[in-house]
Nanobody, 114 residues
Framework: QVQFVESGGGLVQAGESLRLSCAISGSTLSGRTIGWYRQAPGKQREWVARLHYNGDTHYVDSVKGRSTISRDNNKNTVYLQMNSLKPEDTAVYYC????????WGQGTQVTVSS
């Protein structure tokens, strides 16, 4: 069973940075495209970034230029480095396989104060 465990969130001030981690168990990263998603209070979950199995990366416009998605195959972990955080980045962040949606993890809370 493939599982995703997110961590690294926290309470930061606007302009600061966070690195989110997505640890994958029950499978390897090999051949997988992993996406990061977020859900703000009262809003639907939205896609934020994805890292294709071939290394290609894509970002939603609102985080483009401020975020970097990467992976460590040895640790079976995908990261999302977020810089210059804004209050509108406040949300619970999740990761999942981009093409095959497995059960969602508990996510990691990111709160950005102004």
């Amino acid at each position: 069973q493939v599982q995703f465990v997110e961590s690294g969130g926290g309470l930061v001030q606007a302009g600061e940075s966070l690195r989110l981690s997505c640890a994958i168990s029950g499978s390897t990263l090999s051949g997988r495209t992993i996406g990061w998603y977020r859900q703000a209070p009262g809003k639907q979950r939205e896609w934020v970034a994805r890292l294709h199995y071939n290394g290609d990366t894509h970002y939603v416009d609102s985080v483009k230029g401020r975020s970097t998605i990467s992976r460590d195959n040895n640790k079976n972990t995908v990261y999302l480095q977020m810089n210059s955080l804004k209050p509108e980045d406040t949300a619970v962040y999740y990761c999942n396989d981009y093409f095959i949606t497995y059960n969602w993890g508990q996510g990691t809370q990111v709160t950005v104060s102004s």
